[in-house]
C-alpha cells in the first residue's frame, strides 16, 4: 500500500512559477513510475508528466513540454513537479499518482492516488 500527499499548490498569476511536491509512504517508492495529471472543472483528468522509477525516463504531455519538469528524490520518497510560465489554463486540481509496469501516460494503470492540491492561475 502507497499512500501519497501533494503539497505546494496555491493562487498565482499568468506567468509565474510553482513547484508542487508529493510524499509517498512506505519503502517502494524507487520502484513506482510516478505520474502527475491534473483535473480541470467539467473536464476529465489528464495526464501531465511521468517518471521512470529510477528517474533515467520522463513523460511529457505536449501542452506543457518546455514549461513543466517533473523529478524524483527516491531518498526523500518524493517527486516533485515544477510548472513555469503558468497560463491560465493550467488552472486546475493537480493530482500524483504511482504504479508499477503500465504505461505512465494513461490513469487506468495507476494504482494509488494523492487527495490532490489546487492550482490556480490568474490571468
Known amino acids: 500500500q502507497v499512500q501519497l500527499v501533494e503539497s505546494g499548490g496555491g493562487l498565482v498569476q499568468a506567468g509565474g512559477s510553482l513547484r508542487l511536491s508529493c510524499v509517498a509512504s512506505?519503502?517502494?517508492?524507487?520502484?513506482?513510475?510516478m505520474g502527475w495529471f491534473r483535473q480541470a472543472p467539467g473536464k476529465e483528468r489528464e495526464f501531465v508528466l511521468g517518471?521512470?522509477?529510477?528517474?533515467?525516463?520522463?513523460y511529457y504531455a505536449g501542452s506543457v513540454k518546455g514549461r513543466f519538469t517533473i523529478s524524483r528524490d527516491n531518498a526523500k520518497n518524493t517527486v516533485y513537479l515544477q510548472m513555469n510560465s503558468l497560463k491560465p489554463e493550467d488552472t486546475a486540481v493537480y493530482y500524483c499518482?504511482?504504479?508499477?509496469?503500465?504505461?505512465?501516460?494513461?490513469?487506468?494503470?495507476?494504482?494509488?492516488w494523492g487527495q490532490g492540491t489546487q492550482v490556480t492561475v490568474s490571468s
Open positions: 499518482a504511482a504504479q508499477r509496469g503500465g504505461s505512465a501516460y494513461y490513469p487506468n494503470e495507476y494504482n494509488y
Open positions: 512506505g519503502r517502494t517508492f524507487s520502484s513506482y513510475t
Open positions: 517518471i521512470s522509477p529510477s528517474g533515467n525516463s520522463t
